[in-house]
């Protein structure tokens, strides 16, 4: 692709997390010489904040569920991508697809790419139908698990052969190993995620528990924003492990909260490729979460961190035991995970994989 076409990155939501993040980050290393890049985002957004004096083009949108059926709205659209001659756009929510991917194709954009990350299925109804087999040209899922939960409904409506694996990917320029003292005290355990029910922070509040009774020195520390925060709370003084909880505001660079940690835990239920678990292990913190969804795919149990049965906090317990009693089992788990990233999840081989697909 030549300077004379524009890759445009779709994202209207109003929250920060992994999709919007890859977004920014993409953007920012696409944009150039190489590429004219615009980002359509809503201007109410932390994407919006973070991208607007950058060296390249952020387009304010606005779009809410049923603007597919607003003509004003795709017609508006319609004119930014022939105003910035997009011939590239890449979505990453079903919202904007529906309204801006049914714009694109009026604007004659040559490649219509949804990117998925969340690893559930995608209803087979009308509407998803005609998306998928009018307007999209190419799929990028984030895992192998999160292709499969495309298909599991819909093995006619998508061509298996039109969905690209390209993982999240770490900076590792920008992502140092430094651990922290290896025999200190308390050992903390991290987690990054926001407070909703899909992540699962309430067995980090039972994990409490288990490790208070057997009087362990340690103390665990929850990163993030969400609804469940209140609940949350309640939740660790009924189990009457409050001062062993800390609730950390939203960290806009979580660089700093890797280097503190000990050991990285993570329950949630069901997860693309995870941003905050690479992250954590291109900080060198050796992992343990929930063998489901794609954490297979990221975590080598044994070696990298721990996998365990699903909603078994008990053997959640058991593992980070072994990892509290054992700093030399964290430093080495935990060089095994930076060296995981740097073979499958690195940012600019990832970005390669991209710009190829392009």
């Keep these: 692709m030549n300077k004379s076409g524009t890759i445009c990155l ?8 992994g999709g919007e993040k890859w977004i920014q980050e993409t953007g920012i290393n696409l944009s150039g010489i190489k590429y004219h890049v615009v980002v359509c985002t809503n201007p109410s957004s932390e994407l919006f904040n973070n991208l607007k004096n950058k060296a390249l083009l952020v387009a304010p949108v606005k779009l809410v569920n049923l603007s597919y059926l607003n003509p004003l709205k795709i017609l508006r659209l319609y004119r930014i991508f022939k105003k910035h001659h997009v011939d590239i756009i890449v979505f990453g929510l079903s919202q904007d697809l529906k309204a801006a991917g049914l714009a694109a194709k009026l604007a004659g954009v040559r490649q219509i790419i949804y990117r998925r990350g969340l690893a559930n299925p995608i209803k087979n109804n009308l509407i998803n139908r005609f998306y998928f087999k009018r307007i999209v040209t190419k799929v990028i899922a984030n895992s192998e698990e999160v292709k499969r939960s495309l298909l599991v409904r819909n093995s006619f409506l998508i061509n298996s052969a039109d969905i690209h694996i390209i ?14 003292k290896l025999n200190g005290s308390p050992v903390i355990i991290g987690n990054v995620g926001r407070l909703i029910e899909g992540k699962g922070q309430k067995y980090l509040i039972e994990l409490a528990a288990i490790l208070k009774e057997f009087q362990f020195d340690f103390l665990i520390k929850i990163v993030g924003i969400g609804k469940m925060r209140h609940q949350l709370e309640d939740y660790a003084k009924k189990l009457n492990v409050a001062n062993s909880i800390i609730f950390v505001e939203f960290m806009n660079d979580t660089r700093n909260f890797y280097k503190e940690i000990d050991i990285f835990v993570f329950p949630s239920f069901s997860e693309g490729c995870s941003n905050a678990l690479l992250e954590a292990m291109a900080s060198s913190r050796p992992v343990v979460a929930f063998n489901i969804s794609s954490m297979p795919e990221m975590i080598d149990d044994g070696i990298t961190g721990f996998l365990v049965p699903y909603k078994d906090v008990k053997s959640m317990a058991e593992k980070v035991t072994l990892l509290m009693n054992s700093a030399e089992l964290r430093k080495e788990m935990g060089e095994q995970a930076r060296l995981k990233i740097s073979t499958k999840f690195d940012f600019n081989k990832n970005l390669k994989l991209l710009e190829e697909l392009f």
Excluded: H, R, V
């Design 10 to 17: 779709f994202n209207s939501s109003t929250t920060w997390g």
């Design 167 to 180: 993982y999240n990917g770490i900076n590792l320029t920008d992502t140092l190993a430094n651990p922290k």
